[in-house]
């Protein structure tokens, strides 16, 4: 697989990178660990560099999952976690509110890295913009730790471009970290901009629209209470018919192109921006593969005007988020 670097860093991953997430929380119940090890080593074996995790999956058990599996190729590969919330492993969905002070932050740090069995995070996240704490503090407290040696790269996730300028100005941000896909667009009105002049590299997050712009689901698709996908309003029954109107479109990208649905939602992705790395999750080895393939899919200009102009005619129905969830981003 080609590699990609984040903005103008010296950071390098591979051009598409795996969400983990989903291997250990919020999407129904945790799959088997050691199948989950395979998996990741899987991805490794077929190009895949780059690997995203946070403390709050689990909570905990997602970084665990990653470090026994990456501990024989730490090396070879970019490992990038998230700290930001007051975590209550008791309580679901595991945390209560958001926590960024300074030595909560060292708190989550150390435990990242026992977790991931590192000594040193590739890239670390600010999860959640909070407001309670100055995102320079935070911005100024990563920088303390990176001239420890305890991280190298610092990213922000959902931040809005007034706050990704104030973290910039006192530490480097390499990347930002959003939903982006072509079912969420809203980067696309200013954020993109932002990052391209200051040289950030954007890593979209669901950029297959939580399992949506598969073109697997329709109407009678029903969510286990476990799988958080059951609390969003996309996802209702009524949602989900009217959105079958983006899937015809990727359906007849797709059949031109001799590609998946999802395949042509990632490479539309990659042909944005050369520093766009999305992490698209899985956990199934055929949708792995499947995801990777799109790394092969390429667009001409005259492709990527008829699928903007035909998609732009669709109105996505759903909030993406219930409206106290929605409010913790963009922030």
């Known amino acids: 697989m080609q590699t990609r670097r984040l903005g103008k860093s010296n950071l390098e991953v591979s051009a598409l990178g795996l969400g983990c997430m989903g291997m250990s929380f919020s999407y129904g119940?945790?799959?088997?660990?050691?199948?989950?090890?395979?998996?990741?080593?899987?991805?490794?074996?077929?190009?895949?560099?780059?690997?995203?995790?946070?403390?709050?999956?689990?909570?905990?058990?997602?970084?665990?999952?990653?470090?026994?599996?990456?501990?024989?190729?730490?090396?070879?590969?970019?490992?990038?976690?998230?700290?930001?919330?007051?975590?209550?492993?008791?309580?679901?969905?595991?945390?209560?509110?958001?926590?960024?002070?300074?030595?909560?932050?060292?708190?989550?740090?150390?435990?990242?890295?026992?977790?991931?069995?590192?000594?040193?995070?590739?890239?670390?996240?600010?999860?959640?913009?909070?407001?309670?704490?100055?995102?320079?503090?935070?911005?100024?407290?990563?920088?303390?730790?990176?001239?420890?040696?305890?991280?190298?790269?610092?990213?922000?996730?959902?931040?809005?471009?007034?706050?990704?300028?104030?973290?910039?100005?006192?530490?480097?941000?390499?990347?930002?970290?959003?939903?982006?896909?072509?079912?969420?667009?809203?980067?696309?009105?200013?954020?993109?901009?932002?990052?391209?002049?200051?040289?950030?590299g954007l890593v979209p997050f669901s950029p297959l629209g939580k399992g949506f712009l598969t073109g697997t689901m329709d109407a009678k698709k029903t969510f286990d209470k476990s799988d958080f996908r059951s609390t969003l309003p996309r996802f209702t029954p009524e949602a989900l018919q009217a959105n079958q109107a983006l899937i015809d479109i990727l359906k007849n990208v797709a059949a031109k192109k001799n590609a998946t649905v999802a395949q042509v939602a990632l490479a539309w992705l990659l042909a944005q921006k050369s520093w766009i790395v999305p992490i698209p999750g899985t956990t199934k080895l055929q949708r792995l593969e499947e995801n990777i393939g799109a790394s092969n899919v390429e667009f001409t200009a005259e492709e990527l005007r008829e699928i903007d102009d035909a998609s732009s005619r669709i109105k996505v129905q759903g909030d993406r988020y219930p409206e106290h969830l929605e409010q913790l981003t963009g922030r």
């Open 29 to 200: 119940t945790a799959a088997d660990k050691g199948e989950m090890i395979t998996l990741i080593r899987k991805g490794f074996e077929q190009g895949i560099t780059f690997f995203d995790t946070a403390e709050v999956y689990g909570p905990y058990t997602n970084e665990e999952l990653l470090g026994e599996a990456l501990s024989p190729i730490r090396k070879q590969v970019v490992i990038a976690t998230k700290f930001g919330f007051s975590l209550h492993p008791d309580a679901r969905p595991g945390w209560s509110g958001l926590d960024s002070r300074p030595e909560r932050i060292k708190q989550a740090v150390e435990g990242s890295l026992k977790r991931l069995k590192t000594d040193v995070i590739d890239l670390l996240y600010q999860h959640r913009v909070d407001t309670e704490v100055p995102i320079e503090e935070v911005a100024g407290t990563v920088k303390e730790l990176i001239a420890q040696g305890k991280v190298k790269h610092f990213g922000l996730s959902e931040a809005g471009a007034k706050t990704i300028r104030r973290a910039h100005a006192v530490q480097k941000v390499t990347a930002l970290q959003s939903e982006y896909s072509l079912w969420w667009r809203r980067p696309e009105e200013e954020v993109i901009s932002t990052l391209e002049e200051l040289g950030i």
